[in-house]
T-cell receptor, first 110, second 115 residues
């Protein structure tokens, strides 16, 4: 059983559309990170959310941490082909290792 | 700053041979490095945690005798896939944490194909 479940698993949309990716867990976590990974590359950190209810914005990306700190969402406004990639949520364990969510593969078509 | 170099970026080897992958922190010291494996269209799965000067900690289901990890210095960890088989073909990624504090920095990955 995946500790972090992401949905949807795959998403293909047209340029200019909006989308939301979800990351859910049955456990409470102290903080959560979002990464984006392009083919053949390692993941790149987008944001870390720490406080329940927290909202962070990174240009057209909006990240939200659920009030109960068991879920998070990533919303992209006016998606562009450059947003294509694998989006991963992750949480840090006691030994500082990262556990990744199941991932959402986003394809933005021009 | 905080650059992690992974080498090679891709490798093809014959079944039964061994392959070594290097992970170097170029501009910082990393007491802890992590090794992940990623199959196509899947997420990253942690294989092992590598601490400088001590034995690696392997995740459940990862064979320590098959995936040898050495972390002999604060800037280098190596993963050796021994007696590789086609099912070991995957994308292997390392990450490092800066000594003392700091976030994770990932290498660019190694695509291993065993034929």
């Amino acid at each position: 059983t995946q500790l972090l479940e992401q949905s949807p698993q795959f998403l293909s949309i047209q340029e200019g559309e909006n989308l939301t990716v979800y990351c859910n867990s049955s456990s409470v976590f102290s903080s959560l990170q979002w990464y984006r990974q392009e083919p053949g590359e390692g993941p790149v950190l987008l944001v870390t959310v720490v406080t329940g209810g927290e909202v962070k914005k990174l240009k057209r990306l909006t990240f939200q941490f659920g009030d109960a700190r068991k879920d998070s969402s990533l919303h992209i406004t006016a998606a562009q082909p450059g947003d294509t990639g694998l989006y991963l949520c992750a949480l840090s364990g006691s030994a500082r290792q990262l556990t990744f969510g199941s991932g959402t593969q986003l394809t933005v078509l021009p | 700053g905080a650059v992690v170099s992974q080498h090679p970026s891709w490798v093809i080897c014959k079944s039964g041979t061994s392959v070594k992958i290097e992970c170097r922190s170029l501009d910082f010291q990393a007491t802890t490095m992590f090794w992940y494996r990623q199959f196509p269209k899947q997420s990253l799965m942690l294989m092992a945690t590598s601490n400088e000067g001590s034995k690696a900690t392997y995740e459940q289901g990862v064979e320590k005798d098959k995936f040898l990890i050495n972390h002999a210095s604060l800037t280098l960890s190596t993963l050796t896939v021994t007696s590789a088989h086609p099912e070991d073909s995957s994308f292997y990624i390392c990450s490092a944490i800066r000594q003392g504090a700091g976030g994770y920095t990932f290498g660019s990955g190694t695509r291993l194909t065993v034929v």
